[in-house]
């Protein structure tokens, strides 16, 4: 079975840092592009950024631009989101998902105390 799941996340301070990771398993990994959302208590789920297959093309919200990396291994099946400069907007359930066909892992809470 398709099954995504993230990991990674905790309780970190303002201006902070850290790493998710998204195990990927039961599809070929490599030919879809990996995105991370995240969606906050109260408010809609948002795009985050996104990785296209060979780590050619990333894509990021303009609220992350400069503060978070995406990146991936295909050899580990497994999409990662370094998070720097945390605030506290930035607390929210964070989702990994591929591109086009829409599998989602269950999330995992990162929380920026203030």
């Known amino acids: 079975q398709v099954q995504l799941v993230e990991s990674g996340g905790g309780l970190v301070q303002t201006g902070g840092s850290l790493r998710l990771s998204c195990v990927a398993s039961g599809f070929t990994f490599s030919i879809y592009t990996m995105s991370w959302y995240r969606q906050a208590p109260g408010k809609e789920r948002e795009f985050v950024a996104s990785?296209?297959?060979?780590?050619?093309?990333?894509r990021y919200a303009d609220s992350v631009k400069g503060r978070f990396g995406i990146s991936r291994d295909n050899a580990k099946n497994t999409a990662y989101l370094q998070m720097n400069s945390l605030k506290s907007e930035d607390t929210a359930v964070y989702y990994c998902?591929?591109?086009?066909?829409?599998?989602w892992g269950q999330g995992t809470q990162v929380t920026v105390s203030s």
């Open positions: 990785i296209t297959s060979y780590g050619d093309v990333t």
């Open positions: 998902k591929t591109v086009p066909l829409s599998f």
